[in-house]
C-alpha cells in the first residue's frame, strides 16, 4: 500500500502560459494530471493514484479571478481558491448556496488552497461546491488542442468520477448566469465531524413569481454515483406554491430519486432517511421561512 506521506516521482511542469498548459497537456493526455491547489491532486498520489507527470497552473498569470457582472453573470477562474470565492460580496449575495458551499468547505488552509474548478473537475459524488452548482445552473469552460469549448454542468458528469472533459482538455473557469429577478437558492450539508467530507449534501435554486415557483433546480450528491438532480422534485415544485402538502410530498418523492450506498461516512438506509428531510429543509431556507 502506498504511504501516505512520501510521494511518488513525477515530472512537474510549470507552464507559463494557457497555450504552453495546452501544448503540454496536448502531448501527455492521460499521462499528466493537471494541478490547481493541488489539495486533492496531491492526496491521490499519495494513496497511489498519481499520474508520472503533473501539469501545474499555478505560475499561470490571470486565472485567479472571481468577476460578477448583471450581464454575464459570475466567471470564477482555475486558480480562484474556496476562500477567494468565499470572500466575495457578490457570490454572498447572489449565490448564497455556491457561497456557503465554500465557506464552510475544509480547514482554513484547505480553502486557502484549493479552487473551486477542482472542486468541480475533481467529481465527487460528495462534492460541495458541484451540488451547488448544478442547483443553480452552470458552465464548465474546457480549453484543449482544438480550443475551447463549453459544457453545461447538467451534461458534465458521465458516471462515478468521469467527466466530460477530455483527456488532452483542462478546465480553465466556471461561468454561472446572473440570477432571474425573484430568483433564491441555498446549500446544506450533513457531516460526521465539521471538517470531513459531506455524508449528504442538497441544494436547491428557485425562481418565484409572487409564491409561486416558475422554475426549480434541486440537486443532491452522495446519494448516487454523481451528484444528481431531482426531477419528479423538480416538477412537484415548478407551478406549485410551497405548502405543508407540497413539502410532505417532496420528503416522500426523494427517497425514489436517489440510490444510495453504505460506506464509510453512512449507511444507505440513512442517507435515504434523511435526504428527504433536507431537501424539505433547503427549500425552506431558500425562501427564507
Do not use: H
Not at 501527455?28 to 491532486?41: E, F, I, N, P, Y
Not at 415544485?237 to 453504505?262: A, C, F, N, R, Y
Amino acid at each position: 500500500m502506498a504511504s501516505s506521506r512520501i510521494l511518488p516521482e513525477f515530472e512537474l511542469l510549470l507552464p507559463q502560459s494557457i497555450k504552453e498548459a495546452t501544448d503540454a497537456l496536448g502531448k501527455l493526455k492521460s499521462k499528466a494530471s493537471v494541478m490547481a491547489g493541488g489539495t486533492d491532486v496531491v492526496i491521490s498520489m499519495t494513496k497511489g493514484f498519481g499520474s508520472p507527470n503533473v501539469i501545474s497552473l499555478a505560475e499561470i498569470p490571470g486565472l485567479d479571478y472571481v468577476e460578477y457582472d448583471s450581464k454575464n453573470g459570475l466567471r470564477i477562474g482555475a486558480m480562484a481558491t474556496l476562500q477567494q470565492v468565499a470572500d466575495n460580496t457578490d457570490v454572498k449575495k447572489r449565490y448564497p448556496a455556491l457561497w456557503k458551499a465554500c465557506a464552510i468547505n475544509g480547514t482554513p488552509q484547505t480553502r486557502n488552497m484549493g479552487t473551486v474548478v477542482g472542486n468541480i473537475m475533481r467529481a465527487s459524488p460528495s462534492g460541495d461546491c458541484i451540488c451547488a452548482v448544478l442547483a443553480i445552473g452552470g458552465k464548465v469552460v474546457l480549453r484543449g488542442p482544438e480550443g475551447k469549448r463549453e459544457v453545461s454542468i447538467d451534461d458534465f458528469y458521465l458516471k462515478y468520477r468521469v467527466t466530460a472533459c477530455k483527456a488532452d482538455e483542462f478546465a480553465i473557469e466556471i461561468k454561472i448566469p446572473a440570477p432571474a429577478a425573484g430568483s433564491c437558492n441555498a446549500f446544506a450539508r450533513m457531516t460526521r465531524t465539521t471538517l470531513d467530507l459531506s455524508k449528504v449534501n442538497v441544494a436547491c435554486s428557485l425562481v418565484m413569481s409572487g409564491k409561486t415557483v416558475k422554475e426549480a433546480r434541486v440537486a443532491i450528491g452522495a446519494v448516487a454515483p454523481t451528484t444528481i438532480r431531482l426531477k419528479k422534485v423538480e416538477a412537484l415544485l415548478k407551478g406549485s406554491q410551497i405548502t405543508d402538502d407540497i413539502l410532505q410530498k417532496i420528503v416522500e418523492t426523494v427517497p425514489t430519486e436517489i440510490k444510495p450506498i453504505d460506506d464509510v461516512r453512512s449507511t444507505a438506509e440513512y442517507r435515504r432517511d434523511v435526504a428527504g428531510v433536507m431537501v424539505k429543509r433547503i427549500i425552506v431556507e431558500a425562501l427564507g421561512k
